[in-house]
């Protein structure tokens, strides 16, 4: 008998076999006890959980970028807000729970039922606000009772906290709730319904920067709609930080000098176009635009005759009076029209045509010359200089010294202004222009108007030597890790038409119109000092010939503006200002005082100290 050999090669398989049979069969195993624990064992209580708990995710806002003036001194900052809101998915009787919170809370049941009535039919696990910025007492009810209210609960969440009431409030702005038509269009990716976004100012033209991104948490809710665990979550990404040009003192010297006065006050570095002060007045408190301004305070805000929303810096336009003899004055002599030997005589009158045009000074200047009549702005000299340069050469300068065009500082609603021309007049008006009408815009009257920072650009570029800056508000935009996102450089945007030989004998006018015996702003004059500057009275209401009511007599909205605009030191300027005050009267009393508050201040800095001696 023949006996059977082993075949290895079998005996091989037949283990693995074996081997991959007791795996399959310790994974079923283990998979079946699995399953017994899970309904059996652990079944009532994941029943339970299934009809009482659900799993939910919650939108995070982010805070907003903080906003610091150029030595970091923090202006805009935010702080906890506590949101009272409702899921109706977990309210029950949603009524019954909104008039049981309104009791509570004491505030109208019909208020916070129009929050809910607002989102119509969006989904019913969609938190809604019913009540932004809620008060500690508000809250400590509301916790206190919060089995009585299914549905409701409390989210802490960042919002605006403006420092400094009222302070740089048109430069800095405010925000406001985005509305259905902005979501929709999806300008604002990283906002939900119920957010905030810049409406004015700073907070509106970097709100692509301000705004920061959301995050989220994954939670467990019970059937109340409290939070019972929270499973995951991702850190939202707060906004940039700004870093303003702006002086925070100097700022608040100039508010407090505009107090009980309509008008603006506006400060440059002449070196670098830096906004050092943005002032308007009158002025509002950005903080009642947080959760929704009341109707009574947008109501006084609208009816106010100061009309305190107009950032007048910017958004004011008025003739520039006599300031803008130093427009003539460029014209005339860069046209060769005049030189510094030219005189012309001033009895305090000059007859053109069948009309007598006065000069401020009814007794007359005399003989002088450009330097003096810019010092002691004598409008006979400028009326004989605007004849022989015609109203259009005289616009091209005014075009090129940067008039009649917006600055490009980043806010919006930016002016203008008006330079007059020939052609303007006749497409207008569909009448020709007449001669005596340049010999308003030569002395800054007539159809010319200008802004406050047209003006401080242009007595910055005069102070400079010549050069034209965009103004810059924002030096450096910074993350949350004090890491430089962005660099906003100076920006030249042009030179004055001007040779440096004009610009010198200009120069010489406006330092005489301070420092010289019979200079308009002599009253202002500093003893370590010098200013260099030049005053305006814009006139409102034409008194005629033959009137006899004094100042006092005239209503105060038909009162001349004053405008002063200056430089200082004025052989080394660190700082131009522009000061306008409506129905001020008088440039020298009212508005040049301001501007020499401001150099006292400004140049007694240590750093600028320093870097005058250096």
Known sequence: MIGFTKNPDREWIKQRLIGVSI????????????????????????????????IR?????????????????????NRPSFNLKIVREDAGQITETVKKLAKFIQVPFKELMACIDQEGKSA????????????????????????????????????????????????????????????????????KSGDSIGRYGIEKSFESYLQGKRGG??????????????????????????????????????????????????????????????????????????GGISQKKWKALMSDPGKPMIN?????????????????????????KININTTAYCPGFLKYGNRTYRCWNKRG???????????????????????????????????????GKKTGIMLE?????????????KKRYKESWQGGETLSVAIGQGYDLVTPLQMAVLIAAVGNGGTLYRPRIIKTIEDSHKKIAKKIEPEITGGLPASKETLNIVRKGLLKAVQGDRGTAKRIRLKNIEIAGKTGTAQVYGIKKGDKRKIKDIKYFLRDHAWFVCYAPAQNPVIAISVMIEHGEHGSSTAAPIARALIV????????????TE
Not at 60 to 67: D, E
Request: charged letters at 25%; one cysteine or more; proline letters at 4%.
């Open 365 to 403: 200047h005399g003989n002088l010359n450009i330097i003096d009549g810019l010092a002691q702005s004598c409008d006979v000299f400028y009326y004989q200089a605007g004849i022989k340069i015609g109203v259009d050469k005289l616009a091209q300068y005014a075009m090129g010294c940067g008039l």
């Open 57 to 77: 995710l919650k939108s995070v806002k982010s805070s907003r970028g903080l906003i610091f003036d150029r030595n970091k001194k923090l202006l805009v900052d």
């Open 23 to 54: 795996c399959l069969l310790s994974a079923f195993a283990i998979l079946f006890i699995r399953l017994v624990y899970l309904q059996i064992i652990k079944g009532e209580e994941y029943r339970l959980l299934s009809e009482k708990n659900a």
């Open 217 to 290: 948490k994954q939670i467990e809710v019970d059937a109340n709609g409290r939070t019972i665990k929270v499973l995951r979550t991702i850190e939202p990404t707060p906004g940039f930080d700004l870093n303003l040009t702006l002086d925070l003192g100097l700022q608040q010297t100039a508010e407090k000098l505009l107090e009980n006065k309509n008008g603006s006050v506006i400060a440059i570095d002449p070196n670098n176009g830096d906004i050092l002060v943005l002032a308007s007045s009158p002025s509002f408190d950005q903080n009642d635009f947080i």
């Open 124 to 191: 019913f696990y969609k938190p809604i606000t019913l009540k932004k910025d809620i008060s500690r007492d508000q809250l400590a009810i509301v916790e206190s009772h919060k089995f009585d209210l299914p549905g409701i609960h409390i989210d802490i969440e960042p919002t605006r906290y403006y420092i400094y009431k009222k302070t740089a409030t048109h430069l800095l702005g405010y925000l406001g709730q985005i509305n259905s038509k902005e979501l929709k269009a999806g300008k604002y990716p990283n906002v």
């Open 312 to 336: 007048k810096a910017i958004q004011a336009e008025y003739p520039p009076a006599s300031t803008y003899k130093i427009i003539t004055s460029i014209a005339a002599l860069e046209e060769k």
């Open 413 to 425: 609603n930016e002016k203008k202004g008006l330079i007059p021309t020939s052609a303007w007049k």
């Open 601 to 612: 201040q400004y140049i007694q800095n240590p750093i600028v100290k320093k870097s005058l």
